[in-house]
């Protein structure tokens, strides 16, 4: 019996001893010693939006679409939806109180947070982890990467956190978040880098780093760190469908914070070069239309009249592969890259037109000088039909006014083609090109239509609502009539 129970013994020693050895090759990492080494520099913010606490208005201001009495005016929209504040309370207007994260990036008290976090607020005070509390003066903010800079004062050098960098930085790796969610001070998170390049349409300037960390209201404006404890982001928002962390969190590179930073402290605002092109996906069947070997790329649909695109010679049509020799994969990658010059910036950009490389060089114009539209004028004429399956005619002057001045083009009366219904395409549409073929009048699209092949993916340029876009899908004979 002795020999079993130490046999037992020693069976369960080598179980513990594997599992051990499994742990430690693994690499699973240890985070102890990255947040006691960064943890002093990161913060809590609170912020103060002040109240009115004039007496309760009367039935008739009240009554009044969109005030709340005594001239008082609406609340930022910021404090309702993240902070669940009515929109008008029965006695007065109280304070409102919102909470987020930030970080020291400089030993003499210069901070780092979102803009989202701060905006609207009257008061803002900072508190370190060793609990002071500073009241923040704003350096400047900046809504469309999200960043705001703050400033503390105090009587020492106060511990600060070293700015990395995130273009390294490779989906897969070990990365943590320190911050204050729901108001608990000094919260570690960890994860792995999900993706990079990310975007959405408040920020189109801003390529998100995706990680799975656990992010959650009041971690906003915090830090993400690298294994080495440097910044490579700040946590700025999360994907989800009920208000709470579900595994898809997105930081704002610290390059693009550091520029922002920078011009921040040197003139309050932010400049960004403009390129002066909309562009759109490129799809599988726009990419045949175009002769590319693969989707790649930013479509141009669009340029502003007299705009540094237009003046270098990019047309409508043209593919965006590259932007100063950096890779251009989706369309999504084009904003962030030209945002990131200033205005007067000499920059390259890489084409593919009709299937042939070009080049061209740039010279990017300020964000807001975009241009008025080009106008044109056509007549009327007949409808008719073709192996696209669309009716289209020439466009009166009237109708053009109508439809918003489009510069050319012919319009779509009738959709025949189911084919073309399900790309897309809509009666009221102007056609303004086909592939890279401008269309100014009927016998234009008709000339197209002579030398169309069934099967062959074709690239409409359509004019819809004041904007123009491409949409590409493949004619068949046999889906019209």
Known sequence: ????????????????????????????????????????????????????????????????????????????????????????????????????????????????????????????????????????????????????????????????????????????????????????????TAGIVSAKGRSNRAQQYVPFIQTDVAINRGNSGGPLLNMDGEVIGINSWILSSNGGYIGLSFSIPVEVAASTARQLRSSGKVERGLLGVMVGAVTREMADAFNLDRPVGALVNDTTPGGSAQRAGIKPGDVILAFNDELVETWNDLPPLVGANPPGTQARVKVSREGELKSFNVTLDALDSEAGPVLADSESDQPGTNIFGLVVENISSDRRRELGDPEGGVLVTEIESDDAWRAGLRPGDVILMINHNEVNALEDFENQVANAEPGRAVALRVWRNGTSNFIAYTPREEDVG
């Open 1 to 188: 019996m002795k020999q079993k129970i130490t046999l037992n013994l020693a069976a369960l020693a080598l179980i513990f001893l594997s599992f051990s050895s499994v742990a430690k090759v693994s690499g699973l990492p240890d985070f102890t010693e990255l947040v006691a080494k960064t943890g002093p520099a990161v913060v809590n913010i609170r912020v103060t939006q002040f109240g009115d606490r004039r007496p309760q208005p009367s039935e008739g201001d009240r009554r009044q679409p969109g005030r709340r009495g005594d001239n008082q005016p609406d609340m930022p929209e910021f404090f309702r939806r993240y902070f669940n504040v009515p929109e008008t309370p029965r006695f007065g207007q109280p304070d409102r109180m919102g909470a987020g994260s930030g970080f020291i990036y400089s030993a003499d008290g210069y901070l780092l947070t979102n803009h989202h976090v701060i905006d609207g607020a009257d008061e803002i005070i900072v508190r370190l982890a060793d609990r002071r509390e500073f009241e923040a003066k704003l350096i400047g903010s900046d809504e469309a990467s999200d960043i705001a800079v703050l400033k503390i004062s105090a009587d020492d050098d106060l511990p600060y956190l070293e700015l990395g960098e995130s273009k390294s930085v490779k989906p897969g790796e070990w990365v943590a978040a320190i911050g204050s969610p729901f108001n608990f001070e000094q919260s570690v």
